[in-house]
Every structure is written in C-alpha cells, then in structure tokens.
C-alpha cells in the first residue's frame, strides 16, 4: 500500500465517489483510479464502496479508512515541508569549550539568533577533546576550541588569538616572576583535556617544567573566586580575567621567559 493509493482514495470521497471527476482532478485515467481502489480493498480484504448502479456509496470500513487515510497524508505533507524547509529553518548544533562558552558563546548566540531567527541554534559546552568525539560521531556540526586538532578527519580554522595569563591573589608583592619561581607557587588549574590546561603543560614542557596543581577545577569563574580569596596562582584566558584585573580581585604576573599565546578554532569535518 502506498501515499499514491491513499490520495487517489481521499480524492475519490472529496469528489463526492465519482471516479470520472476524480480522474480529472487527479489528471490520470478513470481505470487507473479503479484499480487503485480495488487494489486497497484487496489488500486489506474489505469493501470501502457499495456500488448501487452507478453511484458509489461509503461503507463503514471506507469511512474508518478515510480517518487514518487523511492523518496519514497530513503527517507525509508535514514531513515533505519540514525536510524541503531545513536548510532555511532547521537546526545548527554547536559545541563550545568552557572558556568559549562562558565568554563568547553568549554573544555569537545572540547574534546568530538576530540574524537567523528562524533557525534553531543548539548549544554544548564541554572539553575540546570531547567536542571533537562529538564531532565525529555527527552530534555537532562545528565546535569553538581552544586548541588544534590531531584528528585527519577534523578541520581547524583559527577565527580569534587571545592570550593566557597567570593571575595572583592581590596582595601579591610582584607582578613580575622568574619561570623558577612561578613554578614553585601553588597552582589552581583547570582540568586536563582543557585547551587552558595543555597550552600551559605545554609552555612549561618546553622550558623544562611541570606544575602538579593543587586544585583541579572544570569552571574558570570558580578558579578566578579562589585567586582572589588567596588559594594561590592559576591560568585563565584574559578575556576572562579581564573584569577581575579590572576590578583589582586578581593581579597579572609578567613571566619574561614565557609567552602564552591562545588561538580559537572553528573545527569541522573535512570534506
């Protein structure tokens, strides 16, 4: 059983059973609308039409047939406008790292829903490394991180550079530190598998160094609060450091030996 026999059907009862008219608005043969109704009738083994004469006439399986006959051709013109209308009013799904998420996320959102109002926008703020799993397994059509990418299949385009810097409770003496001692200060970082995170293990690698934190943490915010209470020293994007420096809640600490560059990737499948 095919849409095909349900709209020849439904057009059969809406031009009051006559198979001629029917066959006119259908632009096809009286026969092919004939064998379309015998052929549901034999299909499901009952009669949808009493022929008295020449007239044709509802049975009771025919009218309970032409309910599920209309919902079913609504819900297939529902499907057709929906599939036909995605790209100008579907959805994009994307993933944002924490700091993207925190920081710009708001903002590109705002923006996104401004220009394309019709589009619905899905939102995931997670770890660079399980955006790009995301990714792969086709949960998100493009993600916002703070680090490139080792996948082939993936594609990283840079769209922003920021840097990192290292904060300090305000009572600090100085604002500026030898690497030597940096390293010896406690640290509050974030998580491994954060862009944050590796660009700093990776800046101290290459000079020799590791740090061992004395607290892990997944939230930025949380991290700058704990700074500026005294817990010790950390590592944040500026952009979001910047209202804390501002306010005097933290300190910046001028590390000559060490730069800490960040770039914001947009990352996608290739094609």
Same mark, same amino acid.
């Given at each position: ?13 809406? %031009?009051?059973? %006559? ?25 499901? #083994? ?15 399986? *025919?009218?309970?047939?032409? !309910? ?17 209308? @995605?790209?100008?009013? #579907? ?9 993207? #998420? ?16 019709? !589009? ?6 997670? /770890? ?20 490139? =990418? ?21 009572? %600090? ?34 000079? *020799?160094?590791? /740090?061992?934190?004395? @607290?892990?943490?997944? %939230? ?9 209470? *005294?817990?010790?020293?950390? =590592? !944040? ?29 947009? !990352?996608?499948?290739?094609?």
């Amino acid at each position: 059983m095919t849409l095909r026999h349900l709209h020849i059907f439904v057009t059969v009862v809406q %031009n009051d059973n %006559n198979l001629t008219k029917s066959a006119k608005a259908l632009y096809t043969s009286q026969p092919a609308v004939s064998l379309a109704i015998h052929e549901m009738e034999g299909y499901y #083994g009952v009669k949808l039409f009493d022929r008295l004469g020449k007239r044709l006439y509802l049975t009771e399986a *025919g009218r309970q047939c032409l !309910v599920y006959a209309r919902r079913i051709l609504s819900l297939s013109d529902d499907m057709e406008e929906s599939m036909k209308s @995605w790209n100008r009013a #579907g959805a994009v799904r994307i993933g944002a790292s924490s700091t993207i #998420g925190a920081y710009l996320m708001p903002a590109i959102a705002g923006a996104f829903q401004r220009r394309l109002s019709e !589009v619905r926008l899905f939102v995931k703020t997670s /770890v660079s490394r399980d955006l790009e799993q995301d990714l792969l397994v086709n949960d998100l059509d493009l993600a916002l991180v703070e680090i490139p =990418v080792h996948e082939k299949t993936l594609q990283a385009d840079i769209f922003m550079k920021d840097t990192l810097t290292v904060i300090a409770p305000p009572e %600090n003496e100085n604002c500026r530190m030898s690497l030597d001692r940096l390293v010896r200060q406690p640290f509050l970082l974030r998580e491994k598998g954060s862009g944050t995170r590796r660009i700093f293990d990776d800046a101290l690698a290459d000079k *020799g160094y590791t /740090v061992e934190p004395v @607290w892990e943490c997944g %939230n930025t915010e949380t991290l700058l609060q704990a700074v500026a209470q *005294g817990a010790g020293f950390s =590592v !944040v994007p500026r952009i979001a450091a910047e209202e804390a420096l501002k306010r005097g809640r933290v300190i910046s600490i001028l590390i000559p030996e060490m730069e800490l560059t960040q770039n914001f990737y947009i !990352v996608t499948i290739k094609f």
